[in-house]
């Protein structure tokens, strides 16, 4: 077998059909491009009808398949009939990535119930109950794989980030969960929690000279990650190079955790 045969066996997506929340976004459409260049066909949702239309074409153009779903993740109503709408249309769902996320930045004391609820309800709420629905299928079909993204506030914290943090604490919390539960079904589970990604999310932040500064002391490679730096992890997981992986959480965040970048000291070279 030549090296490019032995790497598509690992990691090749051919014929697996992959839900996608957040699809629009900035990370999201990166890792939908990512898969669909690995093979798998997309099951593109958001609430963005008009990002989902332009990366559905997008796909297509490299000869991909894509379907788009209007989603509001926030609505159980909305993932009801979604999920059995895209089930129809592709017939299995093998990989559920969790991506549609959302944070507003405000004090402890300043967080009002309204931006609680639909941070819970976005990043926390609609990640459950999704993942419920769409495991209902996989349990059916004895097969499946679930990515939840995470975040570097999963355990590291910024300021004004109470709310977001304590969702993103409980995706991992839930990610074991699915992945102790529903083992026996064959369906795994696992988190990717990326680093400071420039996004439209984030953009505000590194346009502000002394948050970039701030971030990048704490970066050991010292500037945010691309959402294209993603994709090669995604497609690990997301593929049977990962078969005896579940449970666990990935941080992909440029030296982040590890204790970012050092001041300067005495050196050799
Ligand atoms: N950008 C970063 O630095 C970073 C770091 C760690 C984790 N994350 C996580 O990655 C994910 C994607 O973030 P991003 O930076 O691409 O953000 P983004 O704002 O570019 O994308 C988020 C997407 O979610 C969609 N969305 C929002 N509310 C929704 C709803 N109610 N129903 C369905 N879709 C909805 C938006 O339309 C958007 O397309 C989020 O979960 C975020 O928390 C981002």
Known sequence: MTIAENLEKLFSLEGKEIMLTGAAGGIGSALARGLAGAGGNMILCDIDEGGLHSLKLEIEAMGRTANVYLM?????????ECVSKAVNDRKRIDVLINCAGINKREGFLDVEEHTYDRIMDINLKGLFFLSQEVARHMMQQKSGNIINIASHNSVGMLGGCSVYGASKSAVTALTRSMAVEWAQYGIRANALAPGHILTPLTQVTWDHPQRSAYLEERIAMRRPGLPEELVGITVMLASDASSYMSGM???????CLAGGSPWPYDTKY
């Open 72 to 80: 509001d993740i926030s609505d159980l109503g909305s993932i009801r």
């Open 249 to 255: 959480m990935i941080h992909v965040d440029g030296g």
